[in-house]
């Protein structure tokens, strides 16, 4: 299983930029995927998440939203009203078993990453 992120780059505050993250290989829509983001000199975050439902980490809920077109296999980050808060590395990443994850997975159990995409928000 490979992911590609794409879909990063610069951007002033308040504006938009939407991330994807093709996936080829053995993920289907029934294996849960996430987006996580680090932040230089900071610890790797769980930004959003996709499984039986949707998960969002309360510093983006409202403002980004995560989908995916299981057609082609591509997971989607809808990021808007970015803040410069919001620049860091982007990475997504899947997991290998089907069904929904727990929060146990999405935090320390994720299979498959990307080599991520970066964002940078400007004041």
């Known amino acids: 299983v490979q992911l590609m992120e794409s879909g990063g780059g610069l951007v002033q505050a308040g504006g938009s930029l939407r991330l994807s993250c093709a996936a080829s290989?053995?993920?289907?829509?029934?294996?849960?995927m996430a987006w996580y983001r680090q932040a230089p000199g900071k610890e790797r975050e769980l930004v959003a998440a996709?499984?039986?439902?949707?998960y969002y980490a309360d510093s983006v809920k409202g403002r980004f939203t995560i989908s995916r077109d299981n057609a082609k296999n591509t997971l989607h980050l809808q990021m808007n009203s970015l803040k410069p808060e919001d620049t860091a590395m982007y990475y997504c990443?899947?997991?290998?078993?089907?069904?929904?994850?727990?929060?146990?997975?999405?935090?320390?159990?994720?299979?498959?990453w990307g080599k991520g995409t970066l964002v940078t928000v400007s004041s």
């Open positions: 990443a899947a997991l290998k078993s089907e069904g929904a994850a727990t929060m146990e997975d999405l935090l320390y159990g994720m299979d498959y």
């Open positions: 996709i499984s039986a439902g949707t």
């Open positions: 290989g053995s993920i289907f829509s029934t294996n849960a």
